[in-house]
């Protein structure tokens, strides 16, 4: 089975810096790209980044774009995403995902992590 383990979230002030981490098991991480996505109270999922199997190629929303990095260390089925200049808006709770896409990493497994809370807060 699947297992997705996140953490490193926490509260941050605004402009802060955190790096969040996922361990992966249950499938073979080095060969299928994966994603972050977030759910803000009360809102819906939203797509945040994503990397190719590799972690040569990286796409990100425009919402994090040059704020967020996202990378991955395939050796310990790790995939990581530090994040600074942190904003209000980010505050969130953030999971991994398998998926390039949008909707694979929303849509495309049933499994899910427990997330990590990130808030952005003075």
């Known amino acids: 089975q699947e297992q997705f383990v996140e953490s490193g979230g926490g509260l941050v002030e605004p402009g802060g810096s955190v790096r969040l981490s996922c361990e992966v098991s249950?499938?073979?991480?080095?060969?299928?790209?994966m994603s972050w996505v977030r759910q803000a109270p009360g809102k819906g999922l939203e797509w945040v980044s994503a990397?190719?199997?590799?972690?040569?190629?990286?796409t990100y929303a425009d919402s994090v774009k040059g704020r967020f990095t996202i990378s991955r260390d395939n050796a310990k089925n790790t995939l990581y995403l530090q994040m600074n200049r942190l904003k209000p808006e980010d505050t969130a709770v953030y999971h991994c995902?398998?998926?390039?896409?949008?909707?694979?990493?929303?849509?495309?497994?049933?499994?899910w992590g427990q997330g990590t809370q990130v808030t952005v807060s003075s």
């Open positions: 990397t190719n199997s590799g972690g040569d190629s990286t």
């Open positions: 995902r398998r998926g390039w896409t949008e909707y694979e990493a929303l849509y495309g497994d049933v499994y």
């Open positions: 249950g499938f073979a991480f080095s060969t299928v790209p």
